[in-house]
């Protein structure tokens, strides 16, 4: 079965600092999402990742893969308040599969 | 922008009764999911759909459940006989199906719908 596993589960941070958000799953996947969730909401898309090395970024997120290493990491630069929410990554086996979803990195900034 | 709605925000029910939750997808997709979320957990796959018939479904999706598209529009899901544990937030996904590698078909998320069983 499919395990993903993120780490860490809750991330404090201190405005204008860089962070990363890490990621591994467990067997080989057709794709990678990112996706945030601000409390009592739905989960908005942020990347979607496809082949080894994609890099995609908006903004002050970054997202990267490898799948060599099974691994995806998110990369927050320069923390602003507004970046508060709960990052979930997903992994698919295949184009229209399920999503199998960490656990969630809880992301508190403070000034 | 196309989205997906789900009705209702909230549904409130005793334990043993039956509810129905429903979901419109977006216009152009094909593929069609269900997913929960316990408070404070992560998100667990349910059950997806394509073609009228299920696709897949997990350990969770048991003879408790049901899934149904009644017209063009509607994707419900059912749940018959509500226990304690049922209650999370149940999200409708949709994905279009996109040929080829490069499509990202990807899925996208309705607001949910808050289930309270007591």
């Known amino acids: 079965e499919l395990k993903v596993e993120q780490n860490p589960l809750f991330l404090s941070m201190q405005e204008g600092k860089n962070y990363t958000i890490y990621c591994n799953y467990s067997?080989?996947?057709?794709?990678l999402y990112w996706y945030r969730q601000d409390p009592g909401k739905s989960l908005e898309s942020l990347f979607v990742l496809l082949s080894n090395g994609a890099v995609k970024q908006e903004g002050r997120l970054m997202a990267s893969l490898d799948t060599k290493a099974r691994l995806s990491t998110l990369h927050i630069t320069a923390a602003v308040h507004d970046l508060s929410a709960t990052y979930f990554c997903?992994?698919?086996?295949?184009?229209?599969?399920?999503?199998?979803f960490g656990a969630g990195t809880q992301v508190v900034v403070t000034p | 922008e196309p989205e997906v709605t789900q009705t209702p925000s909230h549904q409130v029910t005793q334990m043993g009764q039956e509810v129905i939750l429903r979901c419109v997808p977006i216009?152009?997709?094909?593929?069609f999911y269900w997913y929960r979320q316990i408070l404070g957990q992560k998100v667990e796959f349910l059950v997806s759909?394509?073609?009228?018939?299920?696709?897949?479904k997990s350990e969770i999706f048991d003879d408790q459940f049901s899934v149904e598209r009644p017209d063009g529009s509607n994707f419900t899901l059912k749940i018959r006989s509500t226990k304690l544990e049922d209650s999370a937030m149940y999200f409708c996904?949709?994905?279009?199906?996109?040929?080829?590698?490069?499509?990202?078909?990807?899925?996208?998320f309705g607001p949910g719908t808050r289930l309270t069983v007591l």
């Open positions: 759909f394509y073609n009228n018939e299920i696709s897949e």
């Open positions: 996904a949709s994905s279009e199906m996109g040929q080829g590698q490069s499509s990202y078909n990807e899925q996208f």
């Open positions: 067997t080989t996947s057709d794709r």
């Open positions: 216009s152009n997709h094909l593929y």
């Open positions: 997903a992994v698919t086996p295949w184009s229209w599969g399920k999503l199998q």
